[in-house]
């Protein structure tokens, strides 16, 4: 293979990984941080990719110009585009459609394999580079001349009607802070955090939890300290106040009183290694729209709080409500959130108006207990009074017992934010999302009697390479998800997650153009991996764990594409028009991998049922082989 050959293929991989992380990253801003999209995002690249596989090849040198080009203008149209789904869908069509032909451009029937192989060298090179440029992104955007202007302008274009004030990126992602008239407001990872100075929301949120303890003097609150939330904690004199807060770039940006602790820790792992007893614990974060939101709605989380609860602690948390959008996939999301709670605490307390509280622990129902603590502390508020307080306990939410338990491995709550966030954008689509995924296992058991009554023997690799392809990708959207869930942010690392994915791809393609071993053993290898995920994920979800099962994953589905491409092209009596078929294939898997598990499996049957899907799916190729 000529040098110039292995340098372009070697490059394609690069400009692929470092292309794939920064529109993921910049979509997923723009999509207020959830999985949703990078499950979407994720489908839709591997899917137009498979399509430009598809066709004719075409000039390579082309190829390179056109590369740049559409990764610099599509950079520019996310930030500029807004929410808009349709446009989000069609701007990553032209990058990779030129990715596709490129690959096409470079590969011939005798090295699909290898060219496959270094293309994923590539993958390898590119997230280690990306991955050192994401956690010194500030530091490059500040030293460069000009770059830092730029970046602002163009940031800015995300944020309609409001002005930019500050764009900082952390480890934990991206920081911005915006102006509307005279309040800012903080976004984090495009999703709104809070807004400085919510008077009447701090008053709530606050004096309704503190109200209900005799004297609160330990205090711990999880997120949002910028909202005015510390003026109104101190009105009660607490002996102590810790703000948890994983992000110091968002810690440096709020003025907060003296005598507040500050921990720049994540809030699940703070109190999974603290000996600490609180009064109240408030947990001030936006609804669980995402993976790593939906970790502090769960049953696990509840109980960690519980545990550091003093014996008449309360602790709040809240989901935003209104009666005009009042869906009943939102009811139904209070439902989970009342219901998990009652498996933590012996007693709850649920009352909704703009905004759904949610009260466990040592609960007081009585609201004139409430006004009389509220008179004796001398407590001066501008929206909370004696008749709120009396009419919001008359709005006491009641629970659907049908309603699921919200858990770590089984995000429920997501799911249903998600829904509740389609029916904001068109109703009948999240009719018929809902539909889909509550009848999916019918949908895929009828498929694959189709399947089998059309399958024929030719089509074996094609088959098998795509079944790869999906197997491989629902392993790295696992991790992705686990990750999130288990550890937390991975806005750095979901390079470092891609990059040990395509290494194990690098090995597998290596190892599969070596090995004289037929294709279902690795079949077989992946069903096996598929039963061990759950054991291991449930009680070993480690940073290094999850690398590693990453790393297999691309062992195993990089093995077969060698060893699939070889015995399709082999029957082929046109081989040169069939080089880019076993690629597309193992692509359309891909893309069919990214989307229905993080769409419709993880959330609505949770991540055991997702591994069984996998087990079945690859234990039906071994069956038809």
């Not at 990253?25 to 999509?31: A, D, K, P, V």
């Not at 004030?165 to 991206?174: C, H, M, T, W």
């Not at 006004?371 to 009641?398: D, G, P, V, W």
């Not at 597309?584 to 055991?608: H, K, N, R």
Request: hydrophobic share 50%; proline share 3%.
């Amino acid at each position: 293979m000529k040098k110039e050959l292995i340098f372009s293929l070697v490059a394609l991989g690069i400009i692929s990984v470092i292309s794939q992380t920064i529109i993921i990253r910049e979509l997923t801003m723009t999509f207020w941080g959830n999985e949703f999209f990078i499950g979407l995002i994720l489908a839709l690249w591997l899917l137009f990719t498979a399509a430009g596989a598809s066709f004719k090849k075409k000039n390579p040198k082309l190829l390179y110009i056109l590369s740049g080009v559409f990764l610099l203008s599509e950079f520019l149209l996310i930030r500029y585009m807004g929410q808009n789904i349709v446009l989000g869908v069609l701007v990553l069509f032209p990058l990779c459609f030129v990715l596709g032909l490129w690959f096409k451009s470079k590969v011939k029937p005798e090295n699909v394999a290898k060219a496959y192989f270094l293309e994923m060298i590539g993958f390898v090179i590119g997230g280690i580079i990306i991955t050192i440029v994401l956690i010194y992104s500030q530091q490059i955007i500040d030293s460069v001349p000009y770059l830092k202007q730029i970046d602002n302008i163009t940031a800015s274009w995300r944020f309609k009607n409001q002005e930019l004030v500050k764009s900082v990126n952390s480890p934990f992602g991206n920081i911005a802070v915006t102006k509307t008239d005279d309040q800012l407001n903080f976004y984090g990872n495009g999703l709104l955090l809070g807004s400085e100075d919510e008077f009447e929301f701090s008053e709530k949120l606050i004096h309704l939890t503190l109200l209900q303890h005799e004297n609160p003097k330990d205090i711990l609150l999880i997120g949002g300290g910028f909202s005015g939330v510390f003026r109104e904690i101190l009105k009660h004199a607490p002996e102590r106040i810790i703000y948890v807060e994983p992000d110091p770039k968002i810690t440096d940006l709020i003025q907060t009183p003296e005598n507040v602790q500050i921990i720049n820790q994540d809030a699940y792992y703070y109190l999974n290694n603290t000996q600490e007893q609180f009064d109240a614990i408030i947990i001030n974060l936006p609804n669980p729209s995402t993976a790593l939101m939906n970790r502090f709605y769960t049953k696990e989380f509840f109980e960690k709080a519980k545990n550091n609860l003093k014996s008449k602690g309360i602790l709040t948390t809240y989901l935003s409500y209104t009666e005009s959008s009042a869906s009943n996939n939102l009811q139904i999301l209070h439902s989970v959130i009342i219901n998990t709670l009652s498996s933590s605490f012996a007693k709850t307390l649920a009352v909704k108006e703009e905004t759904g509280f949610f009260f466990a622990g040592a609960v007081e129902e009585n609201p004139e207990i409430l006004i009389k603590r509220l008179k004796q502390r001398n407590i001066k508020t501008s929206f909370l009074n004696e008749q709120y307080i009396n009419y919001l306990f008359l709005r006491k939410q009641e629970s659907n017992p049908k309603a699921q338990i919200n858990k770590n491995l089984h995000p429920v709550a997501y799911f249903f934010q998600t829904l509740f966030w389609l029916d904001m954008f068109n109703t009948n689509l999240s009719k018929i999302f809902k539909k889909t995924a509550e009848n999916f296992w019918i949908i895929f058991l009828a498929l694959l009697i189709i399947l089998t009554i059309l399958y024929k023997h030719k089509t074996k690799p094609i088959f098998s390479v795509a079944a790869a392809g999906f197997s491989l990708m629902a392993f790295e959207t696992i991790s992705i998800f686990v990750f999130q869930t288990a550890i937390g942010h991975l806005f750095v690392r979901i390079a470092l997650l891609i990059s040990a994915l395509t290494l194990g791809m690098v090995l597998g393609v290596w190892y599969g153009q070596k090995t004289k071993k037929g294709i279902l053993i690795f079949h077989f290898l992946i069903i096996i991996l598929s039963l061990a995920c759950y054991f291991i994920f449930v009680n070993l979800a480690k940073e290094p764990v999850i690398l590693i099962i990453s790393l297999i994953a691309g062992f195993l589905g990089g093995a077969i594409f060698p060893i699939a491409n070889k015995m399709y092209l082999e029957r082929q009596k046109e081989p040169d028009k069939k080089t880019g078929t076993i690629y597309a294939a193992d692509l359309i898997g891909a893309c069919l991998g990214a989307v229905i598990p993080s769409l419709i499996l993880i959330p609505v049957f949770g991540l055991f049922e997702t591994l069984i899907f996998i087990a079945v799916l690859n234990l039906w190729i071994m069956l038809m082989f």
